[in-house]
């Protein structure tokens, strides 16, 4: 019987990892090896090999709503899109709120988690730790959450760089990145067009001499701004969106491309990817276009060699009296704690069942928590596997076998290698909505549409037509939070509050009339987008008729 945890990380998904566990009854323990909750969150002047780092200018891509935890919604004034100083403040929130702090024992590192002799049946594992001040201790858990993320060991691929080591500058990954103090009056090469690269090249622009942005495939870039100034994660990230790209997929990928080179043309700017849309996650960058066409970034090719202070670029352009070179480059991800062989590399993956559980344990008391990315926020991806996780502890889900598992893991990995443009450093992308619906399936939490439509439709046109946000998965079974509804309903009112600094006059005439537009527009848009929809439930539900079933001891809300 599963009673005390370990968790390894006290950044987001370790903070609600340990949360799902005190819902479930278990006691858990947080080592953190920092003298401070926040993970990669929280930024650091002088940050230690192994742990995660930001620099100084950064800004969540995801906005406050789509990347809150499930059953705490942000605080109205905070912006939508928040500096990282902000996101640390909701997570301390957060934790305070849900008192989790005394379960955090700071300035612990974990060295070793090693099976117990008769893990084949206790399940337990040893787990030894380092204090700061060098003391040890090795204490027996009954389960293991390991939280702690995928970006912590640098990824320096200095051969692809032939001449790198002769350089008369200075290069630097974008994890000692802090910010763009010493780069006045400076040529600077950024290599690598994700969102660090990205970001860097921008917050450098503005006082260097001149800032080069090499990228070997290009990148779709989107902005945090959205239709009508709205957040952009908001726009186009219901439900019923995600079944129109799942009907229509070269429709929709066509219409969003378009879309994105209607605010710049991406050949015209050097970013052209060949990867359609949806196939890699996006470069978000509110100014990047905006330095792309005052000169102060300037798009170039793969580098071919370096020579001296000297940079030599695949079309044979050169760019002479470099200073400095920023390699973002991404991450490895390693686990130096766990036992060699526990969690078996697949192609561009973990072996990981749902992204969570190690096929091959005699008793499945190992969970990691968090190590994924997709086309959205984490944290509710985390919270989902931490809820799920708990609950398999506790012996209330029960796995498939090893074989089940293996084979699951094997159709997951085919269909991340033909849906998505694979990268090593990106092995774990999975669709946001649907990986969501699934954990929530076997949990008992995903929202019931058909019977959310037919007894509170207020509630159930939000949930199918308007963003999908966390609380949709606390309406209901393990976990149900009476705000949730609640949560849903003033969503929108959240995401207007930052803005209301300054309340803009607006003729009457002119708002009755707008409104009344609007009103009916978006009736006769949900009459037959709702047509459409329940068509595609009815013909799920002939095909799959125990889709729609509520699970045993439990009634539809």
Not at 107 to 123: E, Y
Not at 409 to 424: G, V
Request: aromatic residues 8%; proline residues 7%.
């Amino acid at each position: 019987m599963v009673r005390t945890v370990a968790v390894i990380g006290a950044g987001p998904s370790g903070l609600t990892s340990i949360k799902s566990c005190l819902e479930e009854g278990l006691e858990p323990t947080c080592f953190e090896s920092s003298e401070d909750i926040g993970g990669l969150w929280r930024f650091k002047e002088h940050p230690d090999p192994g742990r995660a780092n930001i620099y100084q200018s950064v800004i969540i891509n995801s906005s406050k709503e789509m990347m809150s935890y499930s059953d705490f919604p942000p605080p109205a004034h905070l912006p939508n899109n928040m500096h990282h100083s902000q996101l640390l403040i909701y997570l301390r929130l957060y934790a305070e709120t849900f008192d989790l702090f005394k379960h955090i024992v700071f300035q612990t590192t974990v060295v070793s988690v090693r099976q117990r002799p008769d893990f084949p049946v206790s399940g337990q594992w040893e787990v030894e730790t380092e204090r700061t001040e060098g003391q040890r201790e090795t204490q027996v858990f009954d389960a293991v959450m390991v939280c702690t993320g995928h970006f912590t060991q640098p990824h320096l691929p200095l051969n692809d760089f032939p001449g790198i080591e002769e350089f008369e500058g200075r290069y630097l990954h974008s994890w000692e990145y802090r910010s763009a103090e010493g780069l006045q009056g400076k040529r600077v090469v950024v290599v690598g067009i994700g969102n660090s690269g990205g970001d860097i090249a921008v917050d450098a622009s503005r006082v260097a001499e001149q800032v080069y942005l090499s990228t070997r495939k290009g990148a779709w870039v989107v902005s945090r701004v959205g239709a009508g100034g709205l957040p952009g994660d908001l726009v186009g990230a219901s439900r019923l969106d995600k079944l129109l790209q799942k009907l229509f997929p070269s429709w929709i990928t066509r219409m969003m491309e378009n879309n994105l080179n209607q605010s710049f043309d991406h050949r015209l700017y050097g970013l052209q990817p060949k990867h359609g849309f949806f196939a890699q996650i996006p470069v978000v960058n509110d100014d990047l276009p905006g330095r792309i066409i005052s000169g102060r970034v300037l798009i170039k090719p793969n580098i071919r060699e370096i020579r001296g202070s000297s940079v030599a670029f695949e079309d044979g352009s050169v760019v002479d009296k470099v200073d400095v070179v920023v390699f973002a480059t991404g991450y490895n991800y390693d686990f130096p704690f766990l036992p060699s062989g526990l969690l078996a590399n697949s192609n561009h993956r973990l072996s990981l069942y749902r992204h969570v559980f190690p096929p091959g344990l005699a008793r499945p008391s190992l969970a990691v928590v968090g190590f994924i990315c997709n086309l959205g926020a984490i944290n509710p991806l985390a919270e989902m596997q931490a809820r799920w996780a708990t609950r398999v502890f506790k012996g209330l889900l029960t796995l498939p076998s090893e074989e089940a598992m293996l084979q699951d893991i094997k159709r997951d990995t085919s269909t991340l290698q033909n849906r998505f443009a694979c990268l090593e450093r990106h092995p774990l992308q999975v669709d946001h909505i649907p990986y969501l619906d699934s954990m929530a399936e076997e949990l008992g939490v995903r929202p019931n549409l058909l019977g959310l439509l037919l007894r509170e439709p207020g509630v159930g046109l939000r949930v199918l037509l308007g963003p999908c946000t966390p609380y949709q998965y606390r309406l209901r079974g393990p976990g149900q939070w009476d705000g949730a509804r609640q949560a849903i309903l003033t969503q929108w009112e959240r995401v207007a509050q930052p803005f209301r600094t300054r309340i803009a006059a607006q003729p009457e005439s002119k708002t009755r009339a707008s409104c009344s537009l609007r009103l009916t527009l978006t009736l006769s848009g949900a009459v037959l987008l709702l047509t459409l929809y329940t068509r595609h439930s009815l013909s799920s539900l002939l095909s799959h008729p125990t889709e729609f079933a509520a699970p045993k001891n439990q009634s539809y809300v």
